[in-house]
């Protein structure tokens, strides 16, 4: 099965689509010592594309985005109660952000 891919449309970013391109946020020891440099993780889906993702996050924190930099993160093959399985396929965003601004990831939307 395959998924249609979404065409982001120019211009601006629904709410709907902002609070759909911000799935949770990536709380590791990895994007903690991001933070000292003013990076936040997100995971987004698949589809979500980098403007996006810049303006969803300016639209919901109300914070200045410098720069998104996205990986996809291949899902690893389990075993699920003695037979093999495989984790979903996810895009983790790490979003730099102006000097001077944060986000309170404690806090929620």
């Known amino acids: 099965m395959s998924i ?11 709410d709907e689509r902002a609070y759909e391109l911000i799935r949770r946020p990536i709380v590791t020891e990895k994007s903690t010592r991001g ?14 594309a980098k403007p996006e993702i ?4 300016e639209r919901l924190f109300d914070v200045k985005v410098t720069a998104v930099n996205t990986l996809l993160v ?3 093959t389990k075993r699920f109660r003695g ?13 730099t952000l102006a ?9 929620g939307v």
């Open 54 to 57: 810049k303006q969803a996050i």
């Open 4 to 14: 249609r891919p979404y065409k982001p449309k120019a211009g601006k970013v629904s």
């Open 74 to 76: 291949k899902g690893k």
């Open 83 to 95: 037979r093999p399985g495989r984790r979903s396929d996810y895009k983790k965003a790490v979003v």
């Open 99 to 107: 000097e001077g601004q944060t986000i309170d990831l404690m806090a």
């Open 35 to 48: 933070s000292e440099f003013g990076q936040v993780t997100f995971e987004v889906p698949v589809n979500a």
